[in-house]
Every structure is written in structure tokens, then in C-alpha cells.
T-cell receptor
Framework: DAGVIQSPRHEVTEMGQEVTLRCKPISGHDYLFWYRQTMMRGLELLIYFNNNVPIDDSGMPEDRFSAKMPNASFSTLKIQPSEPRDSAVYFC?????????????FGPGTRLTVL | LAKTTQPISMDSYEGQEVNITCSHNNIATNDYITWYQQFPSQGPRFIIQGYKTKVTNEVASLFIPADRKSSTLSLPRVSLSDTAVYYCLVGDMESGGYNKLIFGAGTRLAVHP
């Protein structure tokens, strides 16, 4: 398996523009997570899905952020409009539905820069 | 969710054993202890997980005392490539579903030649 795939790897945009980050989880994994990492705040969980259904979005910073998972193999995180403070590395992770293995497999991340 | 406390940074030299201790005084009965490793410009990677006593895999060992209020990640004979941030997390594993894990600041380990 290729692991969790994220695109783009780098994104530079201007304030006010819409940004869409994409994620393909590992096949067969039932859980998908979106994280944001900054120097100031560390690694923060934004939202997670179970079987394509959003379970907890309490970490989504504000209404400008939205996430969807239309099917088991694809998820998007959208920021509209983007602001400079959204600059961060955004990670997607997936996990199998297992009582024993709560291991999350992280993608390589998308480095977002909002000018 | 149980809060964890770990040293901000540690230094070591190649070939030495490194022990990183994490405190989790409010750990709940159903909580498991999990450690992740993150290299620069990469996502975190699962290292090891345990509930009590000792767990060992090909990468590390995890020591958990009887009261489970702390745990120690042991990395045998570190190399330069072990330079990374190490996160200690606790989370409920037996609720039948997933419980979100909270990443703290982690311990930044620097291995020197």
C-alpha cells in the first residue's frame, strides 16, 4: 500500500483565496483525521470521520474551515477565505477500526502558506 | 482526556540508550499509552503502545509501572537518525470506537555524533 496520500504537498496562496487540500486514506481504514501543525500550537486535531461520517469537528477553528468525505477513499479540507494565520502544515491520517490498534498512519502533509 | 507531561528536549550521543519519561497522573482505567515519533517535514509515526508492565518491539521498549501514572520510552543504542520529536499520548482503547488522541509538545531528542 502506498500509505496515506496528500495533495498538494505545498500550496502558496494569497489571502482571501479558497484553498482545498486532498487526502486519500489507506484502503480499508475506517477512520480519517485532519490535523494542523504550527510552531506555536503544535499538532492539533481538526476533525475526524468514521465510515465517511464526521464524528467530531470541535477542533475546526472557525466557519472558514470545512471538511468532507464523499467516499471511503477521498477527503477534502477546504479553507474559504484563507488568511495568513492559516499558514501551517496540514496532515491527514487514517486508522483501521480495531480495538487493539489505535495506530494512526499519517500522510506526508501539505505545507500551506497564505500571503 | 488525561494530560501528559514530558521533557521539552533531550540530548544524547550515538550508541547510548535513551529513556524518555512521560507523566500522566490522571490516566483512566481504560487508557492506553502510545508513543509517536516525528521527523522534520514528516507526519508522526507510531512507535509503541502499552497498557501495563513492559512492551517491546523492534524499535523500542515501553516501561509502565504498576500505578500507570508514568511511562518510559526506551530507545536502545540510538543513532543520528533517531533525532526526532517523541510524543507521549494516552487514550481510551476499549470503548468500542475511536477516541481522539491529543498530541502535546513532545520531547525533542537530539542525537550527537
Amino acid at each position: 500500500d502506498a500509505g496515506v496520500i496528500q495533495s498538494p504537498r505545498h500550496e502558496v496562496t494569497e489571502m482571501g483565496q479558497e484553498v482545498t487540500l486532498r487526502c486519500k486514506p489507506i484502503s480499508g481504514h475506517d477512520y480519517l483525521f485532519w490535523y494542523r501543525q504550527t510552531m506555536m500550537r503544535g499538532l492539533e486535531l481538526l476533525i475526524y470521520f468514521n465510515n465517511n461520517v464526521p464524528i467530531d469537528d470541535s477542533g475546526m477553528p472557525e466557519d472558514r474551515f470545512s471538511a468532507k468525505m464523499p467516499n471511503a477513499s477521498f477527503s477534502t479540507l477546504k479553507i474559504q477565505p484563507s488568511e495568513p494565520r492559516d499558514s501551517a502544515v496540514y496532515f491527514c491520517a487514517s486508522s483501521p477500526d480495531s480495538l487493539k490498534g489505535n495506530e494512526q498512519f499519517f500522510g506526508p502533509g501539505t505545507r500551506l502558506t497564505v500571503l | 482526556l488525561a494530560k501528559t507531561t514530558q521533557p521539552i528536549s533531550m540530548d544524547s550521543y550515538e550508541g547510548q540508550e535513551v529513556n524518555i519519561t512521560c507523566s500522566h497522573n490522571n490516566i483512566a482505567t481504560n487508557d492506553y499509552i502510545t508513543w509517536y515519533q516525528q521527523f522534520p517535514s514528516q507526519g508522526p509515526r507510531f512507535i509503541i503502545q502499552g497498557y501495563k508492565t513492559k512492551v517491546t518491539n523492534e524499535v523500542a521498549s515501553l516501561f509502565i509501572p504498576a500505578d500507570r501514572k508514568s511511562s518510559t520510552l526506551s530507545l536502545p543504542r540510538v543513532s543520528l537518525s533517531d533525532t526526532a520529536v517523541y510524543y507521549c499520548l494516552v487514550g481510551d482503547m476499549e470503548s468500542g470506537g475511536y477516541n481522539k488522541l491529543i498530541f502535546g509538545a513532545g520531547t525533542r531528542l537530539a542525537v550527537h555524533p
